[in-house]
């Protein structure tokens, strides 16, 4: 593999959240008390444990004329295989590289609340694949999946952040596509509180088998069970499976205005009835305009928390399910579930990258 051994990479300024908006939840118990490790022991129960397309982000800045010269649709996210991932590359800027997935930036976000977490998905044993391995065990996380020893390469998605903060991705599924039933780590998934599914990776039947066997050995277990429907092609693709999935093993459901609306082919209000049915939970995120959040018997509308300028929007969803989970399986309310779901997408579109800079537990309690 071609230059990928050599990390390009550089940060630009961390600009946090504004400091009025966390004050009163850094005046919750559930987050004054958590304990400060996050390192789990075999032993030890999880808050969440992340099921998803185990990825490495690449992200650099772009501007238009950049992608109209390589054929980009902005704001797109384009499927590519291994060749056409080397050519762009080679012609990126400077980039931040992490581990990333949007269940991998999810229990990132939440170990850095302070929770303990797992993650399952696939790499290939290769120079990105022990990247990724390294880097979301560094955040504490439970990953013990196997690698891949043959097959394709470890999945990478290379993202073009313009100056507006629109993010185009060019996306090689490579390994993490053969995730299997046989991968599932039912230790894992029996002792968290939570297991969170990333709709992205519903495309393999074998994946589709995974999310069963993960759900079934959760709910044995009395635990829950979170799904991410992740994108509105994806639930164009699965709209019936997801439908079935909704139904009978999600107990908490996150997605967007046009996720939902995809999903249930309706209008928003809509949606939030046909919701009130469906699931347990669910937070429906509307950029600009906050989250409302569903439950059996109430509606509730959290604002957005303040930022001072919009980055990269990369991983605003996946840091919201970390913030919102993390309240969930401390005991907070539904509305300080989503406080914290704010909180931690305003301090991620803040820069760039799909990662915390600044610890979110130390955010939450000092503002």
């Known amino acids: 593999m071609t230059g990928w051994s050599q990390a390009k990479s550089s940060r630009g300024a961390n600009l946090r959240a504004a400091a009025s908006y966390g004050a009163d ?12 490790s996050n390192v789990m022991s075999p032993t030890d129960a999880l808050d969440v444990v992340g099921i998803g397309n ?30 056409r991932a080397e050519a762009i590359y080679a012609v990126m ?21 302070g929770g303990k977490t797992g993650y399952i998905g696939k790499v290939r044993d290769d120079i990105l694949g022990r990247a990724f391995r390294h880097d979301i065990t560094a955040i504490g996380a439970a990953f013990r999946t196997p690698a891949a020893t043959d097959g394709p390469a470890t ?54 088998a995974a999310f069963h066997k993960a759900a079934e050995v959760a709910h ?15 639930v ?39 919701l009130r049915t469906s699931t347990e939970l669910a937070a429906v995120t509307r950029s600009a305009q906050g989250s409302i959040i569903v439950t059996k018997e109430s509606t509730i509308e959290v604002a957005v928390a303040p930022v001072e300028r919009v980055v990269d929007t990369t ?3 996946d840091l919201y399910a970390a913030g919102f989970l993390y309240g969930l399986t401390t005991g907070a309310s539904p509305k300080e579930c989503g406080r914290l779901g704010s909180l931690a997408a305003a301090e991620i579109i803040s820069h760039v990258g799909a990662r915390p800079y600044t610890p979110l537990r130390e955010l939450a309690a000092t503002r």
């Open 93 to 113: 800027g400077s980039t931040v590289a992490s581990s990333g997935g949007s269940a991998g930036n999810t229990v990132a976000g939440i170990a850095s609340l």
């Open 155 to 208: 999945a990478r998605c290379l993202i073009l952040v313009t100056p507006d903060a629109q993010r185009t991705m060019n996306t090689f599924l490579g390994a993490c596509v053969n995730l299997g039933p046989e991968d599932i780590d039912e230790e894992l998934v029996r002792s968290a509180h939570v297991t969170y599914l990333e709709g992205y990776l519903y495309d393999q039947p074998s994946a589709q």
């Open 315 to 317: 991983g605003a969803g």
């Open 236 to 274: 164009e693709r699965h709209r019936s499976d997801f439908l079935q999935l909704v139904d009978r093993h999600v107990d908490v459901l996150f997605a967007n205005e046009a996720e939902i609306t995809a999903l249930f082919e309706s209008d928003l209000d809509s949606a939030i009835a046909r």
């Open 25 to 36: 939840l850094a005046a919750s118990p559930h987050i004054a008390g958590k304990a400060v």
């Open 220 to 234: 044995a277990a009395g635990r829950r069970v979170s799904l991410s429907l992740s994108d509105p092609f994806c």
């Open 54 to 83: 185990a990825i490495v982000d690449v992200i650099a800045s772009a501007d238009d004329d950049f992608l109209r010269r390589h054929d980009m649709a902005k704001g797109t996210m384009t499927l590519v295989d291994e060749a």
